[in-house]
């Protein structure tokens, strides 16, 4: 009896035990992982749609849904091993983007040194909902629990049927626009998550570079978009879509002649799984203002 318990025991934990490749090449081997320091806004909410939420001991600045009572190690583009060391995690799961930064590049090598196990996700801010779908049956291998990843995955293409069911017949052309303020405005290109939500609802990115440019009134006069993007704090921190009209160049396109001007999530920067609710929400309101 007691060897058929032991040899039980055994299967158990070998049954729970997944060894993950990551986005870095590095391979970890978890075992239900009870302490994970969870970076990134977009590997919170998957943690939490797996149903794992008790697990999360720690994040950065970003993770702030669906709670923000998370303990904080800092900012995502210098994150401080001493920190995340601290809350003696088991493992420690960011994204490639995050681990990418500058400020982070010894980073990853003093958390390994130190014996902790490092899981790097695909970038966040690449791959569409492909890629939210990739770092969703990650998580599921380390969890456990890839039934419950793949029902997920499954959610996000019914949502996406929906988006595309809803989708403006003709793609206004639009541009995300960043503020910090009133005179602080950047245009973003076509890289990232900001243009990924674009296109899923139905537009078209009217920037014509990749990466991001400052706002100049010559510069969003010549693209002239149809619509603006930008975030809900960014579009309370010029005040509003009066505010954003008195922004360079905004009044001049057509866009601000007709006052589409468009709030989303915070949050679309980085590439999640409400990507395709933000989407439908955005669709629906270009069908309807640009009646077409």
Do not use: C
């Amino acid at each position: 009896m007691k060897h058929a318990l032991l040899t039980t025991l055994l299967l158990t934990s070998l049954a729970s035990a997944a060894t993950v490749r990551g986005a870095d090449g590095t391979s970890v081997t978890v075992t239900s992982p009870r302490r994970v320091v969870a970076l990134n806004a977009t590997t919170v909410e998957l943690i939490y749609r797996l149903g794992k939420q008790a697990t999360i001991v720690g994040t950065d600045v970003t993770g702030t849904y669906p709670t923000n009572q998370i303990p904080s190690v800092g900012h995502w583009a210098q994150l401080p091993a001493e920190g995340i060391i601290s809350l003696k995690p088991d493992l420690v799961i960011g994204t490639a983007d995050n681990f990418g930064m500058p400020g982070n590049a010894t980073v990853v090598q003093q958390l390994r040194a130190a014996g902790l196990k490092v899981l790097i996700l695909p970038a966040s801010d690449t791959g569409g909902l492909d890629g939210v779908k990739t770092r969703l049956n990650l998580l599921g291998q380390v969890y456990g629990v890839p039934g419950a990843a793949s029902s997920l995955a499954r959610g996000l293409d019914t949502t996406l049927q929906a988006v595309k069911a809803n989708r403006p017949k003709v793609p206004p052309r639009v541009i995300f626009l960043y503020a910090h303020s009133p005179n602080d405005g950047s245009i973003y290109g076509t890289d990232g998550g900001a243009n990924d939500l674009i296109t899923l609802a139905g537009g078209k990115n009217a920037a014509p570079f990749k990466d991001t440019k400052a706002l100049t009134a010559e510069a969003l006069v010549a693209i002239n978009p149809d619509a603006i993007v930008m975030l809900n704090r960014g579009l309370s921190s010029v005040g509003g879509v009066d505010g954003a009209l008195r922004m360079p160049g905004v009044a001049q396109t057509n866009a601000g002649k007709h006052r589409r001007i468009y709030a989303v999530d915070d949050s679309i920067r980085w590439i999640g799984p409400r990507l395709p609710e933000f989407a439908l929400k955005l669709a629906r309101q270009w069908k309807a203002d640009f009646g077409r």
